[in-house]
């Protein structure tokens, strides 16, 4: 007997996204993933000035901020052929760095975590033996009786007055919870803990940026200058504002993020053997160590490249210009394309149509035979592809970055699992965790290059020779890329006549959790879900722990409706607005 399991909205995750699974028995036979909401963000875009885009696309996300502003800035540089400063691209890879890691350690924390994490079990925990533990693992600070004695009081009021909060709607007590009491309590700490660690990292957006969120960019470098004896631009007490931040940073990472990860993966090694899907992988590449050119790819941190079928022997190269290796099929999508439903676009060409022709809700269930998904479906040479972390962290493993390689060893050597584990929703999470511990090391080389530049004289941080529309070309396109903490992003922008003719954003939740193309070959999500065995399908949480190791972010997609299915508002922009 087969039966259909729907979590809509699936929850923890920027945006909406819905999950049906088709069961067999108690194992998940096939899923569909589904964007609920509808982007936009290109038709606003139409006839803009191309410098401003990266102001729009920044509102796609509250959380993704920095990096679509990134990713549009790159690609309207790509396409005037504008170099930036070495200086500029060092902060460039401090703001993203701080991004990653602010992200990483939320994610965790604040959104994945408690897929593993029984809340109410800590109750029970003793907070002395917690601090033993703790004191176990690492020497951070907050680790005595005393400071676990107090989580364990505010969490047995929360608990008794029946205002868990935060803690509301989790599915505590499931017998998938393996965690004794006191991991319990200390994971519970530090999910307190980096909730105020979080307030103060993101200072490093505001001084580079201005403000965060949607911190300020600029087309040709950044908008910081550099001047240590003016106190209106980035002088000696602000460059030592970022030393401090990166200090709290790394030490979060290495005190609590990286062992927290290892000692909670320690009781669900049976996870290292589920939840990949795909076996392929593509990564975009980024993060040029020494400040230099994007056009380098050799000197990224994070290689560019792409593994079929779990092979880390043979790495293809990848050319995302070509539109012979990146299209997006709409088969199964609510879009429509000029040419048929069934062909692909590279994204220069690409074309945002919509037609929505799916149930109004609410609806028990999608038909997913026909449209079901306001995503798009990228492929690259055809393959279905997963992005992210474990792509990442797969690339630099497969080259050899040094590393890399020491700490994904160390990992799968004190979790006594094999190497196949790094397939799987484990393995993604790890993958996280391990990726946030290279950035924070290397965040620090880039700040000491920063200075040392400083230092002997440099302090450019702007390009402006190319800043003017009348020594631009007629016609220009160009493609920005990034590794957005989620996985590679990519903005494409065609220009003509100095104002913005087509562009795209392609995201990395769009490769993930895309649906179906024109094949029937499912994205990264739903081939994940492929085989999960469920406990109980009223309380799916062997789903959302796949999915979550993703961190989904649906975001990308905007769109306002009342439970009818009827417009709410309709926002009209003039092009010249």
């Known amino acids: 007997m087969t039966d259909r399991v729907v979590v809509d909205p699936v929850t923890r995750i920027e945006g909406h996204l819905r999950i049906e699974v088709q069961m067999d028995g108690d194992t998940i036979a096939q899923a569909y993933s589904s964007g609920t909401m509808v982007r936009g963000i290109e038709i606003i875009l139409q006839g803009r000035d191309?410098?401003?885009?990266?102001?729009?696309?920044?509102?796609?996300?509250?959380?993704?901020?920095?990096?679509?502003?990134?990713?549009?800035?790159?690609?309207?540089?790509?396409?005037?052929?504008?170099e930036v400063p070495k200086n500029a691209q060092l902060i460039r890879n401090l703001m993203i760095g701080a991004q990653y890691i602010h992200d990483h350690v939320m994610h965790f924390y604040h959104l994945h975590a408690l897929d593993w994490v029984d809340v109410v079990s800590c109750l029970n925990a003793d907070p002395a033996a917690t601090s033993t533990l703790a004191q176990s693992l690492s020497n951070y600070p907050n680790s005595s009786p005393g400071h676990f004695a107090d989580v364990q009081k505010k969490v047995r009021t929360f608990v008794e007055q029946g205002q868990l909060g935060i803690f509301n709607k989790g599915y505590w007590g499931h017998p998938a919870y393996k965690l004794p009491p006191e991991a319990n309590l200390m994971a519970v700490a530090h999910y307190l803990d980096a909730l105020s660690w979080q307030?103060?990292?993101?200072?490093?957006?505001?001084?580079?940026?201005?403000k965060n969120p949607h911190p300020n960019f600029v087309v040709g470098g950044t908008p910081s200058a550099i001047d240590l004896n003016s106190d209106s631009a980035i002088n000696q007490k602000r460059l030592s504002q970022v030393q401090d931040v990166i200090n709290r940073m790394r030490m979060f990472v290495d005190q609590v993020y990286v062992p927290d990860t290892l000692a909670i993966a320690s009781f669900y090694k049976d996870w290292g053997a589920q939840g990949e899907g795909l076996g392929n992988f593509l990564c975009f590449g980024d993060l040029p160590m020494t400040g230099g050119s994007l056009t380098d790819t050799k000197s990224f941190l994070f290689p560019r490249g792409a593994i079929l079928n779990r092979d880390l022997s043979t790495i293809h190269e990848v050319d995302l210009k070509d539109p012979g290796q990146v299209q997006e099929f709409v088969a199964h999508s609510w879009y429509d394309y000029s040419g048929g439903k069934d062909q692909g676009l590279h994204p220069w060409d690409g074309e945002t149509k919509f037609n929505y022709d799916g149930p109004k809700p609410p609806y028990k269930q999608l038909d997913v035979d026909k449209s079901y998904s306001w995503l798009k479906s990228p492929r690259w040479k055809g393959h279905s592809m997963e992005v992210g972390p474990l792509a990442r962290m797969l690339l630099m493993y497969a080259t050899g970055n040094e590393q890399a390689k020491a700490l994904v060893d160390m990992t799968l050597s004190k979790l006594e699992v094999p190497v196949e584990a790094l397939f799987s929703t484990l393995g993604r999470t790890a993958a996280r965790t391990l990726e946030s511990k290279i950035i924070a090391d290397n965040m620090q080389g880039w700040y000491d290059q920063l200075i040392a530049n400083i230092k002997a004289g440099d302090t450019d941080t702007f390009a402006e020779e190319k800043w003017d529309p009348k020594n631009w070309p007629k016609s220009a396109k160009g493609a920005g890329f990034m590794e957005a903490p989620r996985g590679g992003l990519s903005h494409y922008v065609v220009i003509e006549d100095a104002k913005i003719a087509n562009y795209?954003?392609?995201?990395?939740?769009?490769?993930?959790a895309g649906p179906r193309d024109a094949e029937g070959k499912p994205g990264a999500y739903e081939a994940a879900l492929q085989g999960h065995k469920m406990h109980d399908p009223h309380l799916p949480i062997e789903i959302l722990r796949t999915i979550h190791s993703f961190d989904p972010c649906l975001a990308c997609a905007v769109h306002v409706t009342d439970p009818d299915g009827e417009e709410l508002v309709q926002v009209k922009v003039s092009p010249s607005a």
Request: aromatic share 8%; hydrophobic share 50%; net charge neutral.
């Open 50 to 82: 191309p410098r401003d885009a990266w102001a729009f696309v920044q509102r796609i996300c509250g959380v993704c901020t920095l990096v679509h502003a990134m990713a549009s800035i790159r690609s309207v540089e790509d396409a005037l052929q504008i």
């Open 199 to 210: 307030r103060d990292v993101v200072q490093l957006h505001t001084i580079f940026g201005g």
């Open 504 to 512: 795209q954003a392609v995201v990395p939740t769009t490769w993930n």
